[in-house]
């Protein structure tokens, strides 16, 4: 199995709501990153989480809340959002190794198309 | 940090013609340059990547070629067919980091 998927696949939201996207993988991997992506342009790093903690949060406002509950969910919860932060979510994940065989390669999830009126 | 640049932002080719994108990159740290192929309503997707030690790989119509100490590195699609149209990211990473850094992408049209 070498998928990701994440839910909702579309999410409308107002912005005093609170909401949480949810992504899961069952590949083993121990390392899992948020994304958001704005349209015609490259994804742009959140969040790495390794071995379930928090090693990488990229000056993201506090209004994005990750969470990863165990090593095959990650979750992003939502509060108080902004229009600008209207954009498609994606969630990777990949295998971590020693440093002779580490790799990179990071597997992707279909994403939520998220609106923020 | 990393500063990827990928060039063309747009690239259309006839079917059968081969496509060639192209990136740099700044930092000489980096070790690991995956390819993803973004299709419309779909997250990207790994289609070959290339790590520092090696100049070359190839996967069936699919070839990366690498030069280290000019800090850039290619794509190659030959044979290309219509359903090889999508968005193109070269991306460059320090795996011991743990990330990588995107370039803007590639709009690759191919015309039958």
């Known amino acids: 199995d070498t998928e990701v998927t994440q839910t909702p696949k579309h999410l409308v939201m107002g912005m005093t709501n609170k909401k949480s996207l949810k992504c899961e993988q069952h590949?083993?991997?121990?390392?899992m990153y948020w994304y958001k992506q704005k349209a015609k342009k490259p994804p742009e790093l959140m969040f790495v989480?390794?071995?379930?903690?928090?090693?990488i949060n990229e000056s993201v406002p506090s209004r994005f809340s990750p969470e990863c509950p165990n090593s095959s969910l990650l979750n992003l919860h939502l509060h108080a959002l902004q229009p600008e932060d209207s954009a498609l979510y994606l969630c990777?994940?990949?295998?971590?190794?020693?440093?002779?065989?580490?790799?990179?390669?990071?597997?992707f999830g279909p994403g939520t198309r998220l609106t923020v009126l | 940090g990393e500063n990827v640049e990928q060039h063309p932002s747009t690239l259309s080719v006839q079917e059968g013609d081969s496509a060639v994108i192209k990136c740099t990159y700044s930092?000489?740290?980096?070790?690991?340059f995956p390819w993803y192929k973004q299709e419309l309503g779909k997250g990207p997707q790994l289609i070959i990547d290339?790590?520092?030690?090696?100049g070359e790989k190839k996967d069936q119509r699919i070839a990366v070629t690498l030069n280290k100490t000019a800090k850039h590195f290619s794509l190659h699609i030959t044979e290309t067919q219509p359903e090889d149209s999508a968005v193109y990211f070269c991306?460059?990473?320090?795996?011991?980091?743990?990330?990588?850094?995107f370039g803007d992408g590639t709009t690759l049209t191919v015309k039958p």
């Open positions: 990777a994940s990949s295998r971590l190794g020693t440093s002779g065989g580490s790799t990179d390669t990071q597997y």
């Open positions: 590949m083993g991997h121990r390392a």
């Open positions: 989480y390794s071995y379930e903690k928090l090693s």
């Open positions: 930092d000489s740290a980096s070790n690991y």
């Open positions: 290339i790590r520092s030690n090696v």
């Open positions: 991306a460059a990473g320090n795996t011991n980091a743990g990330k990588s850094t």
